[in-house]
Every structure is written in C-alpha cells, then in structure tokens.
C-alpha cells in the first residue's frame, strides 16, 4: 500500500519519487482528487464558429459534446443519452442542428434539450412517466472561459477560472489574445505517446535546462537564430498563480524591435501594443524577455518560438497549445493545436503554420526528441528500483533551502509572480505543490443525477423558457 | 465511386499553393504496362530506401516543387464532406522543410533515431494512371509501417494510403507530391519521424 503522506512531503521538498511516473495507485488518485475538480481545457470558442458547430472532447474517459446551440451560446454537455447511455455524438467535429442516439432514436437540440423520444405516450405514459419537458443532456458541472479557452471542472463547487488562473492570465494574454479578436485555434493533431502525463506539463512549464541537451540537433541545422542552444539560461522561468514558464532574453532594442526581432510584422506589433497592459509590453520591451513555453496546472500547455522556415536569416513566430491527455498512468493522448492571431495577416497565418509543423507537434523536430526522453522515463519508473529513488529536483536550491539566484525584482520583471533567471527547477516543484495539494485533499462524492422522475432536477428549464 | 469518399488534395493546404495539379486521366494502366512496372519498381526501391533511413539518398528522388503532405484525419459523420482536421496536417511539407529534417538526422544529436528504429514499409495494392502529360504518372499504393523500438516497448503500425505523381526528369523519375491519406485520427506512435 501506497503511503500517500510521505511520497506528498518527499515531493514537497524536490525529491520527487521516481515512481509518481508510472504508478497505478498513484494515478487511481490523481483520477478521483484531482482531475475530478481542476479546471480542464476542452477547447476554443474559434473551434465551434457558427451555431451548430461542434467538437467532441474527453476529460479522461468521460467524453463531452462542445457545442455552439442556435441561440449562438457554447455549451459542454456530456456526451451520453439519459437512456440507455449510448453516445449521442460518435464524430470528432462537425455541425448539427441535433444530435441523434442511434440506439432508441432519443434526439436532444444542439443545446442539450431532449426534442425527440419516441412513443414517449405510449412507452412511458408521457409526462407521467419520464418528464421530457426541459430535460436536457447532462451539461459539464462547472464552465468558464477565458480569452476565448474553454475549461470545464466536474466539481460544481470550483472556484471561478480566474480566480484558479490567477496571475497567470497576465502571461496567457500573450499566447491568445494578440489582437482584440483573439486566437484561432487549427488541429489538432492528436497521437498516444507511452509516457506519463505530467512530465510533459512539467517539461514545458519550466525546463529551459533540457534545451541545450535534448535539442542541440535543431540548434545544428540552423532552424533558429541563435547559433548556441546555451542561449537559454540568459532567459527566465517565472511562476503565477495557477502556471508558469519560460521565456528567452532578447537582444538590446525597443519593443518594436524586439518584436521584429521575433518575427512579427508591425500590423500585428501595433495590435499587442493596443491590446497588452504597460507591464504586459514592459517584460518584452524594458525588461527583453520573450514567453517561450509554458504550462497552466494540471495540463495544458503552450509554446512560443520563432525558427527559420526556408533559406533565408527571416523567421516566423508561432504559437501551439497542448493538452497532456491522461490514458493510463504510463499512457498519453498528446493534443497540439496551432494557434495563430484572428487578425493576423493570411501570409503570416500560412508560414506560422509552418514554422509550427517544423517544430512542434507529431512531426515537430523539437518534440520528437522530447518524447523520445519521456517514454524512455515512464518505462523505467515502473519497477521496484524507481520506488527506492528519490529524484533530486531541486535545481535552484542550496541544501538549506534558499535559492541560487535572487528573485527578479519588480524593476528587472514587470510580471507578476517569481522570476528568475537562469536554469531551475522552481516551476516543476510549484506544478507538483499543487499536484500534492490535490492528492492530499479527500474526494467529495457528488449525488447522482436522476432523470425523468419528478424528483430530477430540471436543468433546462431556462432554456426552456429562453426557447418558447 | 462512393460520393462521400473524400481524396487528400494539395489545393486544401495552406502551403500547397506551389504544388502540381496534375491529375490521373483514364482507368487503371495494365499490369504488364511499362508506365506501371515501372512506377511499382520506382515504389519498391524508394520503400528499401526508407527502410534503411538512407535519407540524403531518398532526398535525391524528390523533386525541387515536392508537396509531402499528410493531414490529420478526424471522424465526422457521413455526408460531411470532409474527413479531415481543416488546415491541419502531420506533414506538410516543401523541399526545404524535407531537407531540413533529413539534415537533424544526419546529427549526432537526433535522439528520437538514436539507437535507431527498425522500420519496414509494407507497399501494396500498387495502381497506376496516366495523367496528360508523358512525362508523369499517378501511382497509388498502400503502405504499412512497422516501427520498432528498443527492446520493452511495443512496437507501433501507421496504416495509410497514398497517391504519388512521379516525373521523369532528365531520364529519372523523381516524386513530384506524395498525398498521405491516413488511416488513424490519432496516431499511435510516439512521434513520426519517419517517411511514409
């Protein structure tokens, strides 16, 4: 038997047990305490433009239809008939004015409300027997959005989005909201990766220590800049709220430069300097820090960067999101979507891409290598050897626990949180805080949810009046 | 032809611009055609090639306005009319972006091939049409690779299909766009860094 107690502490103190990668009791856990109340990604509003449109998306196994109703509202519903069960919606995307249960031919509105449930009078007696009027699929307990990203929690009782993002937002605004119109996401592409989850949150929230190491290759054939992958400790790690990051340090130059410097045509420059805050624009443009990879607990992820996409000294931006989709303890669903400005010019869109294909992604030069790593971990941490190790992670400490480097000060960083510069290991350690935090607290166990009866709840009853 | 089946085409990609159009004219060549044994003979030697990751040579076979490219599948319902993640692909490649990734292999650094896979591509249902020029054809073919790694994990399949235009250029006949037409919305293998 697990002892939950000490494997949480030896975490708290970076001294991580090798086995947290590859545990089944472990992952049992992480399913009952945390993934059933942190704010999950499912999506983007871009994703689901028109009303009808949709796309299917799971927080682990349970899958969840995101749908834009002909009212123009987006909603997350689960993805199961109140009857039998069968899935209403077995594509990944598309545009339905209803989704039919090819089961019993139960049929429910793009907004979840039940419109067809046949011979309802004389297999049930009609109301008396199952009430039909505004019931509706089961919608995702809780919903937030935010910049246009659309989480759901299975625990009605979250706290708000923003206030479980926290400061964070100051650094999303960056990668999804560049413009006033925001991000259109593209993908994505999905594929199954034998690694643990967490290491890939914990890899891009805070690992510029990999970069000169694992992705000296890229470095090699000139995909970037930078003739040094060491470039990298230059930059700093900083940690706000509910995520963290990376970021690179910036040759010398006003903001617009340090923006072209990156890639960015001026229409798009002009854009951010509308949209960003004095302090959102003073960590590029006083301070030089640029946002590079980051992650939002417990796993969705982002990256910024700007390689070299033909034989020219020019290079392109782009921007991913990713979510670390747990399968299995030692299984992943990677989800990476290419993200790029509304407004940005279609050229720009188009060459974004690319420099996004090259990099990141299935085929992504960068991350092949990454997951080459993560697999080769997850394997190892499955045996009794990896129960005995405790991993040191506490990169940025001396043994008396104070820090190797000082904290940035407001003058040195302009973002809210803790920034430092150089390698450390202080971002993996918040991300895993707040992982041991969610592990310590006991579940809470939801009522069931009756339908049909005169005691259920009647969820659709708004929409019901909002429909009449 | 069923009228739902939908064909991977370059005029989809972002990036596709700069790709032949030339199309298949007529039906099937005969087997015992020249044009046919000769694209098949042209698929079997290019698989040994991937085969034995001799990629600077595989370079060699594309042509200057290559299009590679595989988008993502994606389940929609029947009658939607694409099947496809719309703007997004796997491979989505021109010449440049080819050799840039045939240059990362050729590092000492390359992780993800080092120890090396052992790969091996399974090429059938070969097919071959005539387009309206002599000096290109249209060959389809299926394909299954099976990639192993290591000695614990197991290994990984990518089933796809796909629709080649091979040109004859001064006497050899070099890839022109290879369409990836995969058979997975989620790929179940760890990364690709191979070539269909």
Redesign the interface.
Known sequence: MLDHGTVLDDVRRGMTPAHIYNDREIFDLERERLFSRAWMFVGHESEVPEPGDYVVRRVLEDSFIVARGNDGEVRVMFNMCLHRGMQVC?????N?THFRCPYHGWSYRNDGRIVGLPFHQEAYGGEAGFRRKGQTLLPAPALDTYNGLIFISLDPDAPPLRDYLGEFTFYLDYYTKQSASGIEL??????????NWKIGAENFAGDMYHTPQ?H???V??G?FREPKAEKRKDGCTYWAGRGGGTTYKLPPGTLDERLRYVGYPDAMIERMKANWSAEQLAVIGDNGFMVSAASVFPNLSFVHNWPK???SDDVLPFISIRQWQPISEDET?VLSW?AVDKEAPEEF??LS??AY??CF?????F???D???W?SLT?TAAGSMARRLLLNNRMGLRSDDSPVVPALTPDEFAGPGVARVGYGEYNQRFLLRDWADHLERPAVRHAPVEVGTPAAPRLGDDLAEAGR | MNPHHVRVDSRRSPLGGHASTTSRVGPTLAFDDTRHLTAHRWLVDEAYLLDEQDYPAWLDLLTEDIHYYMPVKVTTALGAGYDTAPGMAHFDENRYSLRQRVARFATEHAWTEDPPSRVRHFVTNVRTFATDRDDELVVESAVLLFRSRGDVGEPALVSAGREDLLRRCDGEWKLARRLISADESVIRMQNLAIFL
């Open positions: 077995r594509a990944e995307m598309g339905a593209r993908g994505p592409q999905r594929w199954r990766v034998k690694a694992t000296a290759s890229v090699e054939i995909l996409i033909e034989d669903e290419f869109k188009a891409y690319k294909l090259m992604g299935s085929t992504g030069m991350e092949q290598d997951v080459e790593n697999v394997t």
